[in-house]
């Protein structure tokens, strides 16, 4: 079977709020939106982001979920860390923890964004990232 | 900046138990694996399972989470949407939603991992995924 995800949909309490963090912090367009959800084009994946009381019912699921999970941006320096962990916090995201190394090498952040999904901003010298975004396992 | 999502990286109690339901169930072979976090080379991105008190004191993130998100893989057609789900069963997935058409077209269901992190599997027509199992959003 193809080692394929295809959609990552995080649940949002407010649509208006999540495009300003993701808009304004990330600098993501969407490919499409609407009053309920909005769909970004990712590296050969989508990111959506639906009003969670819709995403709970779509998928027969209520309460507080099965704890901790990430996201990751990486970016194509150490230096480039800091810098989006600080521009991600003002249109609405929340640091969870400051830019520092690893012990497994590469350096790294975590913001929440303003519904508390939870993104590593990292630098990881031991994966490679094309021109078109894609992430290898290997240099 | 990069519309890239580099890792998405999901919490687990048992990395053995994991590992039987995406090696079984999705039949995803580990690019990267040790005693508390294995890699799966996904399309343009890398799927992580990583000990979930591990993840939540990297993250400096305790409790509950945000509440819904959802992975999705999506398949080739509506009749491969079910097989799936019921294959994801038997190594510890448990099914959330059977699969039905949803109002926007297309068709599917969900099911929760081991560690309850819930999977979309569906069929979309209004979206292309090459041979290399990448996603884009129209046709």
New interface residues.
């Given amino acids: ?11 949002v309490a407010d649509i208006a709020r999540s495009r300003r963090f993701y808009g304004e912090g ?4 969407p ?2 939106d609407n009053e309920e959800v909005i ?9 959506g982001t639906w009003l ?1 009381d819709k ?2 019912a ?4 209520e309460g ?11 970016v194509a320096s150490a230096d480039d860390v800091a810098p ?1 962990i600080a521009r991600l916090a003002d249109p609405g995201g929340k640091i ?2 400051e830019a520092d190394a ?1 012990p497994h090498g590469g350096f790294r952040g ?1 913001v ?1 964004d303003p ?4 993104w ?1 901003i ?1 630098f ?1 010298p031991a ?1 490679t ?1 094309d021109a ?6 290997g240099v």
Avoid at 1 to 11: E, R
Avoid at 26 to 29: K, L, N, P, R, V
């Fill in positions: 079977m193809q080692q394929q995800i295809s959609v990552i949909t995080l649940g990330f600098g993501w367009e490919v499409f769909f970004y084009q990712m590296n050969g994946l989508m990111l969670k995403l709970a779509d998928m027969r699921r507080a979920g099965p704890g901790p999970y990430s996201l990751a941006h990486n989006l969870l923890r690893p975590y929440a519904d508390g999904h939870g590593e990292a990881n994966w990232i078109g975004g894609h992430v290898k396992f």
